[in-house]
């Protein structure tokens, strides 16, 4: 399971530009109920590409696990990522979560450990962003990051709102 995992971006006010193109596409085409349904103008979206890194993972890679304490958002582009909730019993399957949305929308919000394990269910391409740079974000970019914490915490109300898929929230 080889990943391209995301570099500690440099600690710099120049903000990087990142083509988001493709994940601008798969949020734009998304039809799922728990899309990010394209919430950011086409400035908006270049405002945040300097605050995400991309990463390439391989099907069966495990982007985090229950338990872990941590709050990366991740956005798929491409690919589908496979929720998992583990009990004393094994593991159960939740949910699978396409390209246009999110997944660690939960713990980002929270602040408490992961809910659930997800892996990438197919090679996939993600770009992450981590507390910190939200901070960053947040800081420089406020609008930006108001928008984004609303698409994502209209994410996370949509996934709890559906019994089925409850705790998929991750």
Not at 48 to 72: I, K, N, W
Not at 79 to 89: L, P, Q, R
Not at 122 to 149: G, H, I, M
């Amino acid at each position: 399971m080889n990943a391209v995992l995301p570099s500690t971006p440099p600690a710099s006010s120049t903000v990087l530009q990142t083509d988001l193109g493709g994940l601008v596409q798969a949020v734009s085409q998304s039809t799922a109920e728990d899309g990010l349904h394209n919430p950011f103008t086409p400035e908006q979206w270049d405002l945040l590409a300097g605050y995400l890194l991309p990463m390439q993972v391989e099907a069966g890679h495990t982007l985090f696990t229950q338990g872990v304490q941590d709050r990366t958002l991740y956005f798929i582009e491409s690919g589908n990522c496979s929720v998992h909730y583990e009990d004393e019993k094994g593991r159960l399957r939740l949910a699978i979560v396409g390209a246009g949305s999110v997944v660690g929308e939960g713990a980002f919000f929270s602040h408490r450990p992961r809910s659930a394990t997800v892996q990438a269910g197919s090679p996939s391409k993600l770009w992450t962003l981590t507390a910190l740079r939200f901070s960053e974000l947040s800081n420089r970019q406020p609008a930006v990051a108001l928008a984004l914490a609303m698409a994502a915490g209209s994410v996370l109300a949509r996934r709890l709102g559906n019994r089925r898929r409850r705790v998929a929230a991750t």
